[in-house]
């Protein structure tokens, strides 16, 4: 199993918990037995799981798009007395429409969020890890990985940067205890949808119903393959042949198509 054992000194660091996947994938590593960090921007929303999980969480509130807040996360675990055997990279969000209509600020802070944290975090935490040899690592991209995404141009290509570091670094760790996994979700009812700026039923309205998955069983998925050591995670079926489907149109029938459906079009 590459999914390192629970223990009282060890904890499992999860960005992005206080909604959505991250909750879910923190509830499903206590259900396993493991200690949880649990960071977000939200303290409240927080300290409300924490509560749920029990003692064993411990509520780290931080802004992951500041270069600080990320480089004094991993002093702020070790001070709990608990050793970072397993990070899960879930914070991210998306914006929404074309980037000739788009606020900079917002498009550079979800940058942050979604490709700087990640290599900045995977770099902090990794190191003693390897040391270790002993350690696990999720970054969550998305099946928007796959394909350029006209309406989301920014995000999905934040998610292919997740999906080829995490690749990446699947190679440099080999033979090193450590492992590394990266989960590819399709669309997943959360308010992750909300906060990119869809309206009420656009996006489900533009995706078939049978490609979405509840954030339970999308948290259940990935942290089963990152305890199998799996190199790529993609939830459900019918994602995974969406995926494989996307990867492999020629950009020239797809771009059209997309272009034409996207919500983030149409306004």
Same mark, same amino acid.
């Given at each position: 199993m590459s999914l390192p054992p629970p223990g009282a000194d060890r904890a499992a660091v999860v960005t992005g918990a206080s909604s959505g996947?991250?909750?879910?994938?923190?509830?499903?590593?206590?259900?396993?037995? *493991?200690?949880?960090?649990?960071?977000?921007r939200s303290a409240d929303a927080l300290g409300r799981l924490a509560d749920e999980l029990g003692s064993t969480a411990h509520v780290l509130p931080a802004d992951l798009a500041v270069a600080s807040a990320r480089a004094?996360?991993?002093?702020?675990?070790?001070?709990?007395?608990?050793v970072p055997d397993v990070l899960i990279n879930n914070a991210g969000y998306s914006t929404l429409g074309?980037?000739?209509g788009a606020d900079a600020e917002r498009e550079v802070n979800m940058l942050?969020?979604?490709?700087?944290?990640?290599?900045?975090?995977?770099a902090r935490f990794l190191p003693g890890m390897v040391s270790r040899r002993r350690g696990a690592v999720l970054n969550v991209a998305?099946?928007?990985?796959?394909?350029?995404l006209p309406g989301q141009a920014a995000y999905a290509?934040?998610?292919?940067?997740?999906? !080829?570091?995490?690749?990446?670094?699947?190679?440099?760790?080999?033979?090193?205890g450590v492992s590394v996994t990266a989960l590819c979700p399709g669309p997943v009812a959360t308010n992750f949808v909300e906060r990119a700026g869809f309206g009420a039923g656009e996006a489900e309205s533009a995706l078939p119903k049978f490609l979405w998955k509840d954030a339970a069983y999308v948290a259940r998925a990935a942290i089963d393959g990152l305890d199998r050591g799996r190199l790529?995670?993609?939830?459900?079926?019918? !994602?995974?042949?969406?995926?494989?489907?996307? *990867?492999?149109?020629?950009?020239?029938?797809?771009l059209p198509i997309v272009a034409r459906s996207h919500p983030g079009l149409k306004h």
């Amino acid at each position: 199993m590459s999914l390192p054992p629970p223990g009282a000194d060890r904890a499992a660091v999860v960005t992005g918990a206080s909604s959505g996947i991250g909750a879910e994938m923190a509830r499903e590593l206590a259900r396993r037995g *493991h200690q949880l960090v649990l960071v977000a921007r939200s303290a409240d929303a927080l300290g409300r799981l924490a509560d749920e999980l029990g003692s064993t969480a411990h509520v780290l509130p931080a802004d992951l798009a500041v270069a600080s807040a990320r480089a004094e996360l991993l002093d702020r675990v070790t001070a709990l007395g608990v050793v970072p055997d397993v990070l899960i990279n879930n914070a991210g969000y998306s914006t929404l429409g074309p980037v000739h209509g788009a606020d900079a600020e917002r498009e550079v802070n979800m940058l942050e969020v979604d490709v700087v944290a990640v290599a900045d975090l995977c770099a902090r935490f990794l190191p003693g890890m390897v040391s270790r040899r002993r350690g696990a690592v999720l970054n969550v991209a998305s099946t928007a990985a796959f394909q350029p995404l006209p309406g989301q141009a920014a995000y999905a290509a934040a998610k292919a940067f997740v999906l !080829n570091y995490t690749q990446a670094l699947a190679g440099e760790l080999r033979g090193t205890g450590v492992s590394v996994t990266a989960l590819c979700p399709g669309p997943v009812a959360t308010n992750f949808v909300e906060r990119a700026g869809f309206g009420a039923g656009e996006a489900e309205s533009a995706l078939p119903k049978f490609l979405w998955k509840d954030a339970a069983y999308v948290a259940r998925a990935a942290i089963d393959g990152l305890d199998r050591g799996r190199l790529v995670v993609i939830p459900g079926q019918a !994602n995974r042949v969406s995926a494989a489907l996307a *990867h492999v149109t020629p950009r020239s029938v797809l771009l059209p198509i997309v272009a034409r459906s996207h919500p983030g079009l149409k306004h």
